[in-house]
């Protein structure tokens, strides 16, 4: 088999699984995330969304950078490895150590005693995630996803379903929430270790790693500039508002964010790891950011647009009347996730093509914008600081994107086609759920019933939107369809495939 045809079964192979393994996860996170809700209430939900604010951040410290960048190595070597493993393991304990410490002060500056014993608990979890780094860097370089997602997949159950909701049964408010979190990524470490076994050794420097460190501090600074944008309205709102609000924007914000960062996870560790081999073939990346565009734009935008169509349905329904106050939030954040995922699909490509600088450079004038204009926001309400975030968000993706274009040589003209079936789809699910929800709140009283009768309407209008319209689905997303439909039974690959090329002949690229 010809080895760029090999590298794009592998790609189609980790995007499939990585997809699959993103989908459940995501839906074991809904559904424990609502059990736990119901049970804990906003004012524990806040507590632990300060400690995880500080934890995310802290965890940036406890890995640089320099184990991603054995992705990007054509060539590694055991002791490359070793390397890697000793910075990780001095980083991940320096930082824990700081966290513990820092408990008190960073209390003070939140204006909540309560978070001062589970920031020194969780506080070992930055050294936990150092150590599973380095695994799960190179289990991404050969794009076993299926190992990493089904590591993920069961360290979640096991910690959330297994001891996370018996602990709030039992009472146990936010430590429920800190023992889950803690055994989740304990276990995921050691499935992860299990799977890699890479070896383990003690070597403080070597010259020819100069190139990795200066790349690693690089994608460091870029992550840090990328946390203070994606976490530093929480940061603002954690000082400026009791627990219970800070609790309904934090699920606000989780409900939404939790599935997309799992999905952009997937996508730039398939794009990154691929595009990586191919880094001068610039037809390939061009055709590589074209089809994940109109796949997602396809598939996703309408998701989040229906949230933030029904987000009082849902809210009420999943959730219960506590959390109702959320729903002027969650609209907004809804609408930023699909310009997230733009962005998130851009990024990697950017880096392969070399210009790691001009998103740093970008990010720093839109980081600085934020926090003034957030900090301003909360001087008004929670859902200003929401609406902030989608401005962010907005501007944030249409520079990257338009940068990604420019590097790889990339009409504009050509991605808005890519995604114009995206587009229209969205606007005609969102309408049809608008119109069906409105009509069932009026029907009856069961907000289930209001839910259901949401969910229906929206598989409905992606259906009937590429049924009346069968040019929406591009050749690019066709295709890329076409090899996933086959890997399926042959009667439902066969019918799937009539279904995407309705309308149009099926075209080459």
């Known amino acids: 088999m010809d080895k760029k045809a090999n590298l794009s079964s592998k790609g189609i192979t980790a995007v499939f699984w990585g997809s699959f393994g993103s989908v459940l996860r995501a839906l074991l996170q809904i559904i424990t995330q609502i059990i736990l809700a119901r049970l804990l209430g906003p004012s524990e939900y806040g507590i632990f969304a300060i400690a995880s604010i500080v934890l995310s951040f802290s965890k940036f410290f406890s890995d640089v950078g320099i184990s991603y960048g054995l992705i990007q190595k054509k060539t590694i070597s055991d002791l490359d490895i070793k390397f890697v493993f000793t910075w990780q393991v001095i980083l991940g304990a320096t930082v824990s150590c700081i966290v513990y410490f820092l408990a008190a002060p960073l209390s003070h500056f939140f204006n909540e005693a309560r978070v001062i014993p589970v920031i020194r608990v969780a506080s070992v979890i930055c050294f936990i995630t150092a150590l599973a780094s380095l695994s799960i860097n190179l289990l991404k370089r050969e794009l076993d996803f299926k190992s990493i997602q089904t590591a993920q997949v069961l360290s979640y159950i096991v910690g959330y379903i297994f001891i996370g909701i018996p602990l709030a049964v039992l009472g146990q408010q936010v430590w429920a929430?800190?023992?889950?979190?803690?055994?989740?990524?304990?276990?995921?470490?050691?499935?992860?270790?299990?799977?890699?076994?890479?070896?383990?050794?003690?070597?403080?420097?070597?010259?020819?790693?100069?190139?990795?460190?200066?790349?690693g501090a690089r994608v460091f600074l870029t992550n840090v500039i990328n946390w203070i944008i994606g976490n530093?309205?929480?940061?603002?709102?954690?000082?400026?508002?009791?627990?219970?609000?800070?609790?309904?924007?934090s699920l606000s914000y989780n409900l939404v964010s939790n599935p997309t960062l799992t999905i952009i996870a997937v996508i730039q560790s398939a794009l990154f790891s691929t595009s990586a081999r191919v880094q001068d073939d610039f037809d390939r990346l061009r055709k590589a950011l074209l089809t994940m565009m109109g796949v997602v734009t396809l598939v996703l935008f309408p998701v989040f647009a229906g949230i933030a169509v029904a987000s009082e349905t849902i809210l009420q329904a999943l959730y219960g009347n506590a959390w109702l106050g959320a729903a002027d939030v969650l609209r907004p954040i809804a609408l930023a996730m699909p310009l997230y995922l733009l962005l998130g699909m851009a990024t990697p490509l950017l880096w392969v093509s070399g210009q790691t600088q001009k998103e740093f450079l970008i990010q720093i004038p839109v980081a600085i914008g934020f926090v003034i204009i957030a900090a301003f926001a909360a001087m008004v309400s929670l859902d200003t600081v929401a609406w902030v975030v989608f401005g962010m968000y907005l501007v944030r993706a249409t520079a990257i994107v338009a940068t990604t274009c420019h590097a790889l040589d990339l009409g504009l003209r050509r991605v808005f086609r890519s995604m114009r079936g995206g587009v229209v789809t969205t606007a005609i699910t969102a309408i049809l759920i608008a119109v069906v929800d409105l009509a069932a709140r009026q029907t009856?009283?069961?907000?289930?019933?209001?839910?259901?009768?949401?969910?229906?309407?929206?598989?409905?209008?992606?259906?009937?939107s590429l049924w009346i319209f069968p040019n929406l689905v591009n050749h690019h997303v066709a295709q890329l369809f076409e090899k996933i439909a086959m890997r399926l039974p042959?009667?439902?690959?066969?019918?799937?495939?009539?279904?995407?090329?309705?309308?149009?002949?099926k075209r080459s690229i």
């Open 490 to 505: 042959k009667r439902s690959s066969e019918k799937i495939v009539r279904f995407l090329y309705r309308g149009h002949l």
């Open 232 to 249: 530093v309205d929480r940061v603002i709102i954690g000082r400026a508002f009791p627990a219970a609000q800070i609790g309904l924007y």
């Open 177 to 215: 929430l800190i023992a889950a979190f803690i055994s989740s990524e304990v276990l995921n470490l050691a499935l992860m270790f299990r799977k890699s076994r890479h070896p383990i050794g003690i070597v403080l420097w070597r010259r020819d790693e100069s190139q990795l460190v200066v790349y």
């Open 444 to 464: 009856v009283e069961l907000p289930l019933l209001w839910l259901g009768a949401d969910i229906v309407a929206g598989l409905a209008g992606m259906l009937l």
